[in-house]
T-cell receptor
């Protein structure tokens, strides 16, 4: 059974810092992994999708990497801004046509 | 670009009442997924439909049912509501499975009082 864990659970950083959010999954046989952002009480916004054959994806200040063999993905946020404050969720598709979500990292970027 | 539309955005019901949540997927998306997110929790998969047939089922209570219609919209019916059903309910859609990832709707916040 696939389990997805995110570390840290919460993170508070000053504006301008580069930061890394971690996602671990127990079953390396995945089809893809998607990173989402969620603002309090709001919906889920897709940030990056990494297929199993890919090692990384980039969008603006965001870079996500995938290492299937070690069961890890990282989301790198460069030059963090207060507007980046949100909960970041990773979700894994293990070929079951549904995502298993991680527990999320609550990020707060201080001005 | 068109997104996934969910209605209503907010819903308040009393215990033991019935609620119906609606989801309109992105045009040409053939797969719909329903998730439940309790306060402070990660989204939990409930049920999915592909081409109007149920494709997978998660931790969905027997009091809940869902279907996908000929126009690909989906409805989640929840009966005998309990206080613990209070949550954000998300619908997501995709084309042909998850090869291109999900697109989520903004969710319906259900409050049971």
């Amino acid at each position: 059974k696939q389990e997805v864990t995110q570390i840290p659970a919460a993170l508070s950083v000053p504006e301008g810092e580069n930061l890394v959010l971690n996602c671990s999954f127990t079953d390396s046989a995945i089809y893809n992994l998607q990173w989402f952002r969620q603002d309090p009480g709001k919906g889920l916004t897709s940030l990056l999708l990494i297929q199993s054959s890919q090692r990384e994806q980039t969008s603006g200040r965001l870079n996500a990497s995938l290492d299937k063999s070690s069961g890890r993905s990282t989301l790198y946020i460069a030059a963090s801004q207060p507007g980046d404050s949100a909960t970041y969720l990773c979700a894994v598709d293990s070929g079951t046509y549904k995502y298993i979500f991680g527990t999320g990292t609550r990020l707060k970027v201080l001005a | 670009a068109a997104g996934v539309i969910q209605s209503p955005r907010h819903l308040i019901k009393e215990k033991r009442e019935t609620a119906t949540l609606k989801c309109y997927p992105i045009p040409r998306h053939d797969t719909v997924y329903w998730y439940q997110q309790g306060p402070g929790q990660d989204p939990q998969f409930l049920i999915s439909f592909y081409e109007k047939m149920q494709s997978d089922k998660g931790s969905i209570p027997d009091r809940f049912s869902a279907q996908q219609f000929s126009d690909y919209h989906s409805e989640l019916n929840m009966s005998s509501l309990e206080l613990g059903d209070s949550a954000l309910y998300f619908c997501a859609s995709s084309f042909g499975g998850l090869n291109y990832g999900y697109t989520f709707g903004s969710g319906t916040r259900l409050t049971v009082v």
